[in-house]
C-alpha cells in the first residue's frame, strides 16, 4: 500500500509475474473517519493510471493508461529487468505513487498471444485484413527463457466466442508449427504470411460452423502457442480475413462473433483463478478460461451441500470441460467478510479425468476451523469458497476479417516483412557497466566461469575474478568465440561457454574406478589419513568424484586437439583408482582417487604409443593451452607427469598441487549431469546478472562456430559434419583403420590399413569372422554387406577413406535410417533423428522414457522363452545389457550436434 496526503493506491507491492493483481484507490480521510458517509460514486472525480519505469536517463511511460477505481496489471517476465517500477494513479487534483517489486513466477507459463500486423502494431479490434497480409503472433511468457514455442495458425468454425478444439480439429492453416525460443524478456514471435498458405482459403471454406450454409465473405483465425516440452497451450484472439471466394448471399447476412468482449462477471480475483462459494457468503468467480465449471461439495450421492458441520467427511465434485489428464491445484478457503482477508485451510493436487471429477474424504476438521479464526465474525459461522488453478489453458485471439478487397497494410519504411521474419538482432553494448571484470564482487558465477574454463590457461576454482581469469577470459575469446579480446564476461561470453561445454562431452563411463568393489568412486574413506608425510601427495582420502576443474579441462585438451590437427583423443584410459583398483594395490599412490585422469591418444593410424607424441602433446597442447607445468614443482596449476618419473605411453596430469581449499568435497563429481550444473546463463540471470546476459561485449558479435584450421573440403559432407565426426571419434577415436574381431574372443585388430584391401576382400575377411566392425564407422557384416547391396559398390574399389565415408552419406542415413537425412536436409523430426542415431550406434543413449531393445530369455536350445520390455533412464544405449554396447554419448550432445550440423550445412 501507498500514500500521499490524500490517496492511497492498495494493492501488493510484490505482484508474482504473470499473475494479474488488482489495484484501487482509497482517500485517507476515508480510512481515517470510516464513519464518513461514502460519497456518490458519480461525484468522484475519474481515476486514471499508468505504469512507470527507471532507465538510465529516468522514468519513462512503461505501458498504456488505465481508468477506472479498480483496475487489473499483470507484470510480465521483462518487469524483472527494469531498475524501478512504479503505478501512479491520479484522481482529480490528487495523486499517489506505489514502487511495487514484481517476484519471480513458481510456474512456467504463457499468459496471451497478440496479434500484430507488419508493421508490429497490435490488429484493432474488427479490422478485416487481405489474404496479400502478413501476421505476427506474439506470446508473452513467464519463467521460461530458452523454451521453444510452438506457433499454429487455424481457422474458426465454432459457433460464437470462444474455439473449440474438436470442431477446428482440421483446421490447421499451417502443417508444422513454427519455433520460437522464448527470449530474456519473456517474448516469442512468429510470422504468418498469409499469401504463403495457399491452401488457407480452401481449409477454410471446407468446414462451416453449425447452423451455416457456407463460410461468409470473413473467415475468423486465430493463433496457438503451445510450450514444445510440456504441451501449454495459449491461443490469441481471432481475426478476421476476408475469404477472396465468397459470393454474398442477399436474402442472408452471417453474424459474426463479437471478439473476445468478456460477460459481466463479479470481480475477479487477483490471480485470475476460478472460484467457487460453498457458503451462502463465499467467494464467486468464474474461469476467465472457461475450462473450470464449476466445483461444490457434495455427499456420497452427489447431492450438493449447502452447510456443514465441523468434522463432516464430504467430496469436491469439479466439473470441467476439455481438461482430461490436466493437473490442477484444488484449496478452500475461509473468507472474512469484514476483514477482507482469506485463511488457506485445505490443498491438494490432483489430475482431473474427464468432465465429472470427484475428491473423495476430505474431511472438515475441528483444526481447519480453529485455523480460520481470528476473534471475529467468524468464531462461530465460517464462509468458505474453493479455488482451482490450472495452467494449461487454452485462451483465444480477436477475430481477424479477411476478405479480396480488404486493402493490405501498408508496411512502414524500414520495416519490411521480411524484416519482420528474421528481425536483426539489436546490438547492445553496456559499455563495460555490467561487465564482469576485475573491479566485480566474488560471486559463484565467477567460481562457475574459472571452473568451466580451466583448460583455457588452466585456473583455480576460485570465486574471485583474479589476473589468472582475465588471462583466460582473453584466451577463450581469441581462441574459441573468434572475438577481440577484452578479459571481461559479457553475455556473449557466457552464452559461449554454453556451446562450448554442449559441443565437448566427457565419457564417465570410462572415468569411473575398474575394481568392481567399489561404486565407481571410492567410499570416501581415510580422510585426513596419509601414506607417510601430511601432504596431499599422499592423502589416502578417497574423494566423492573427479575434481571439476580437472574433467573441465579435457574439454578444452579436445579442442586443441582439432585445432592443431596432428592428433586426436583416444579415451580417459585410468580415472578413479580407490585402495582396491589393481593397480593402487601393485603401489599405492592417491593421485587417482579423484585428484587424476591418465590419457590416450591417436595419430593417423590409431592410437600412439610413441614416448615421442606424449612429450610432443604434453609440450603443444597442455603446456602451451592448459598452463600445465611437470612434477609437481608448482602449486595451484594442472602437473604433468613427465616421461622420466614414468609416464612413457599416456599422459598424466593431476591437481594435486591446488590448496586445499580449492580440494572441498563440493569440487568433485561422479556424473556428467553433476559435472555440467546448470546453463551458465540460467545461473546468471538467477544471480541477477540479468543486464551482463543481454550485453554482446566490445566488437563483433561473437561467432561461436568452431573454425578448425586444418578443415578440408571434403566429397562427403554429413561424414565431417559435426554429427559425423562426433559418431566417428566415439565409434573409432577417428581412425579409418580400426578393426575387431570376435573370433577367439574380442581383440582388436591394429595391423591393417584398409585402404589397401578392397571391399570383397574385407567382406571376405568378416565372413571367415577374421573382421568384425571395421573402419571409422565400425560397419559390422549385415551392415557393410547391405550398403555393398543398396549402394552397388563396386567389389574391386578399394575401401579408403571416401568409400567409407560414401557408405556413412549415401548408406547410413539416407537408406538404412532415412529419418536423420530427413532432419539434417529436410523437415524431419529432430526426436526421430535422435532415436534412429542411437539404434545405428550403441555409443549413443536413448532419450529418457524411449524404448530401447527388449531383454530377452532364451532356453539352451536357443528358444527365446521371454521378452521384457525395457525404457532408457536417459543414460542407456538402445542394446544396453549385451555386454558389448554402452552408452558415452548423451541424449542432450547428440541433439546439440544434430543441429549444429543441420544449420552449418544450410
Same mark, same amino acid.
Given at each position: ?9 492498495? $494493492? ?11 489495484? @484501487? ?63 501512479? +494513479? ?14 519471480? &513466477? ?12 507488419? /508493421? ?79 491452401? +488457407? ?85 468464474? =474461469? ?6 464449476? &466445483?461444490? !461439495? ?8 449447502? @452447510? ?16 482430461? =489428464? ?15 482477508? /482469506? ?25 481447519? !476451523? ?26 483465444? @485471439? ?19 516483412? +521480411? ?67 577484452? $578479459? ?15 559441443? !565437448? ?68 584410459? @585410468? ?37 615421442? =607424441? ?67 546463463? &540460467? ?121 567409407? =565415408? ?38 549413443? +543413449? ?61
Amino acid at each position: 500500500m501507498s500514500e500521499n496526503k490524500n490517496l492511497i493506491i492498495i $494493492g501488493s507491492d510484490k505482484p508474482v509475474i504473470g499473475t494479474k493483481e488488482m489495484y @484501487s484507490v482509497s482517500s485517507v480521510n476515508d480510512w481515517l473517519d470510516p464513519l464518513k458517509l461514502i460519497k456518490n460514486p458519480l461525484q468522484v472525480p475519474k481515476t486514471h493510471w499508468e505504469v512507470m519505469v527507471e532507465t538510465k536517463t529516468g522514468w519513462r511511460k512503461g505501458g498504456s493508461d488505465k481508468e477506472g477505481q479498480t483496475i487489473p496489471f499483470t507484470f510480465g517476465q521483462k518487469s524483472l529487468f527494469h531498475k524501478g517500477i512504479k503505478i501512479i +494513479a491520479r484522481q482529480g487534483e490528487f495523486d499517489a505513487e506505489l514502487i511495487v517489486h514484481p517476484q519471480r &513466477a513458481k510456474e512456467p507459463k504463457i499468459t496471451r498471444v497478440e496479434l500484430l500486423d507488419a /508493421n508490429y502494431k497490435a490488429i484493432p479490434k474488427g479490422k478485416k485484413l487481405s489474404y496479400k497480409d502478413t501476421i505476427i503472433a506474439r506470446a508473452y511468457c513467464v519463467e521460461m527463457f530458452g523454451m521453444n514455442i510452438a506457433f499454429t495458425l487455424w481457422e474458426d468454425d465454432a459457433q460464437g466466442e470462444g474455439h473449440n478444439a474438436k470442431v477446428n480439429a482440421l483446421n490447421k492453416i499451417n502443417p508444422a508449427p513454427i519455433l520460437s525460443r522464448v527470449n530474456e524478456k519473456g517474448v516469442a514471435e512468429a510470422v504468418f504470411r498469409l499469401p504463403f498458405y495457399t491452401m +488457407a482459403v480452401l481449409i477454410a471454406n471446407a468446414q462451416t460452423a453449425s447452423g451455416d450454409k457456407n463460410e461468409g465473405a470473413t473467415h475468423e483465425y486465430y493463433v496457438t502457442a503451445d510450450i514444445v516440452s510440456k504441451h501449454i497451450q495459449k491461443a490469441s484472439l481471432n481475426v478476421n480475413v476476408v475469404n477472396p471466394t465468397h459470393n454474398p448471399e442477399p436474402p442472408r447476412k452471417r453474424e459474426f462473433p463479437k471478439g473476445n468482449t468478456p460477460s459481466s462477471e463479479k470481480p475477479k480475483p487477483q490471480n485470475n483463478s476460478s472460484k467457487f462459494p460453498v457458503t451462502t457468503g463465499g467467494k464467486k468467480s468464474d =474461469d476467465p478460461q472457461g475450462k473450470i465449471l464449476s &466445483a461444490e !461439495f457434495v455427499d456420497n450421492n452427489g447431492n450438493r451441500l449447502h @452447510s456443514l458441520k465441523v468434522g463432516t467427511t464430504v467430496r469436491i465434485k469439479i466439473v470441467a470441460k476439455e481438461m482430461k =489428464d490436466k493437473k490442477v491445484k484444488v484449496k478452500i478457503w475461509e473468507e472474512d467478510n469484514i476483514k477482507w482477508t /482469506n485463511d488457506l485451510i485445505f490443498e491438494k493436487d490432483c489430475i482431473l479425468i474427464g468432465d465429472n471429477n470427484y475428491i473423495n474424504n476430505v474431511q472438515l476438521t475441528k483444526q481447519m !476451523f480453529n485455523k480460520a479464526k481470528d476473534g471475529g465474525s467468524d468464531s462461530a459461522r465460517q464462509d468458505y469458497f474453493i479455488e482451482v488453478i490450472h495452467h494449461d489453458t487454452s485462451v483465444t @485471439s480477436e477475430v481477424m476479417p479477411v476478405n479480396e478487397d480488404a486493402e493490405p497494410t501498408k508496411v512502414e519504411s524500414g520495416r519490411s516483412p +521480411a524484416i519482420v521474419r528474421e528481425p536483426k538482432p539489436e546490438k547492445r553494448n553496456c559499455g563495460g557497466k555490467y561487465c564482469i571484470d576485475k573491479s566485480s564482487a566474488p560471486s559463484e558465477l565467477m567460481r562457475e566461469i574459472n571452473i568451466r574454463l580451466a583448460g583455457f590457461g588452466g585456473n583455480v576454482p576460485t570465486d574471485r575474478f583474479t589476473d589468472r581469469t582475465e588471462k583466460m577470459i582473453k584466451q577463450f575469446q581469441r581462441d574459441y568465440m573468434k572475438v577481440p579480446e577484452t $578479459g571481461k564476461v559479457c553475455g556473449n561470453v557466457l552464452k559461449a561457454i554454453d556451446e562450448f561445454q554442449s559441443k !565437448f562431452t566427457v565419457d564417465f563411463t570410462e572415468i569411473k574406478c575398474k575394481c568392481k568393489k567399489c561404486t565407481g568412486f571410492g567410499d570416501g574413506t581415510n580422510k585426513g589419513k596419509y601414506l607417510k608425510d601430511k601432504k596431499e601427495a599422499y592423502h589416502r582420502y578417497e574423494y566423492p568424484g573427479i575434481h571439476r576443474s580437472l574433467l573441465s579441462s579435457i574439454r578444452a585438451v579436445k579442442f586443441y586437439l582439432r585445432k592443431d590437427g596432428r592428433f586426436g583423443f583416444n579415451k580417459v584410459n @585410468s580415472g578413479y583408482r580407490c585402495r582396491f583398483h589393481e593397480e593402487y594395490l601393485k603401489k599405492p599412490t592417491t593421485n587417482h582417487m579423484g585428484k587424476a585422469l591418465d590419457l590416450h591418444f591417436n595419430d593417423k593410424n590409431g592410437r600412439t604409443k610413441k614416448t615421442s =607424441d606424449m612429450e610432443t602433446i604434453r609440450e603443444d597442447i597442455f603446456h602451451k593451452y592448459l598452463g600445465a607445468k611437470w612434477d609437481w614443482k608448482e602449486r595451484n596449476i594442472f602437473n604433468l607427469e613427465s616421461t622420466e618419473k614414468g609416464a612413457k605411453t599416456w599422459v598424466h596430469y593431476d591437481v594435486r598441487e591446488f590448496d586445499h581449499s580449492f580440494l572441498e568435497d563440493k569440487f568433485f563429481v561422479k556424473t556428467l549431469q553433476e559435472l555440467n550444473g546448470k546453463s551458465i546463463v &540460467a545461473l546468471a540471470l538467477e544471480l541477477n546478472y540479468s543486464n551482463t546476459c543481454k550485453c554482446i561485449g566490445e566488437g563483433i558479435v561473437a561467432n561461436t562456430k568452431e573454425k578448425d584450421t586444418t578443415k578440408k573440403s571434403y566429397k562427403y559432407k554429413w561424414a565431417h559434419s559435426e554429427f559425423g565426426n562426433l559418431i566417428a571419434m566415439r565409434e573409432s577415436s577417428d581412425n579409418y583403420n580400426k578393426c575387431n574381431k570376435t573370433k577367439g574372443g574380442f581383440k582388436e585388430v591394429n595391423n591393417l590399413n584398409l585402404a589397401d584391401l578392397t571391399v570383397e576382400e574385407i567382406q571376405e575377411k568378416q565372413k571367415n569372422r577374421d573382421l568384425f566392425a571395421v573402419g571409422r564407422y565400425q560397419l559390422i557384416p549385415i551392415t557393410f554387406n547391405d550398403a555393398i547391396s543398396n549402394l552397388k559398390l563396386n567389389l574391386n574399389d578399394k575401401m579408403d577413406k571416401d568409400k567409407q =565415408d560414401e557408405i556413412f552419406d549415401e548408406y547410413l542415413i539416407k537408406i538404412k535410417r532415412p529419418k536423420i537425412i530427413s532432419y539434417l536436409e529436410g523437415n524431419g523430426n529432430l526426436e526421430d533423428a535422435m532415436y534412429s542415431a542411437a539404434q545405428e550406434w550403441a555409443s549413443i +543413449a536413448v532419450e529418457k522414457g524411449k524404448r530401447i531393445s527388449d531383454k530377452v530369455t532364451k532356453d539352451k536350445k536357443g528358444n527365446v522363452i521371454s521378452r521384457e520390455a525395457r525404457f532408457s533412464d536417459g543414460t542407456d544405449s538402445y542394446y544396453q545389457g549385451d555386454g558389448l554396447n554402452q552408452a558415452h554419448i548423451m541424449p542432450e550432445q547428440i541433439k546439440n550436434v544434430l543441429i549444429n550440423s543441420k544449420n552449418a550445412n544450410k
